[in-house]
């Protein structure tokens, strides 16, 4: 636990062990990296052991809006970065920032991912 130990209520005991997160069936070990108050925590599952050609998952799972843990997480490891992105999020690293992006709308509902702002799209 990063970056000191914390409790863990039942919600998030629950959400933690299922398939991706930290499962000993997928993973040798795992590391979760939240402060408690915040609104999202990341997990480092380590490789199973005896999987030389594996690597680390990193995933973000969010609060959802009944103040426990969403059943979804966002995989954030790029294989070139991983080895990076774990040192860091290990060593306090991590933040998260506000940035300004676009949704697109049709008939009031969301569709498709956020884009980025028109000044910073590639023409």
């Given amino acids: 636990m990063l970056p000191a130990p914390f409790p863990l209520d039942d919600a998030l005991r629950a959400r933690l ?5 930290c499962n000993a069936e997928i993973s040798a070990a795992c590391t979760v ?6 609104d ?10 005896g999987c030389d050609r594996c690597r680390p998952n990193i995933r973000l799972v969010l609060r959802d809006p009944k103040g426990g843990w969403s059943q979804d997480s966002i995989s954030l490891d790029r294989e070139a970065e991983i080895a990076a992105q774990v040192a860091a999020i290990r060593a306090g690293r991590v933040e998260m920032r506000p940035v300004e992006q676009r949704q697109l709308f049709i008939d009031g509902k969301p569709v498709g991912n956020a884009i980025p702002p028109q000044d910073a799209a590639v023409p």
Avoid: E, K, S, T
């Fill in 17 to 21: 062990v299922r398939f991706d997160a």
């Fill in 40 to 49: 999202y925590l990341l997990i480092i599952a380590a490789p199973q052991r």
């Fill in 33 to 38: 990296r939240y402060v408690p108050g915040q």
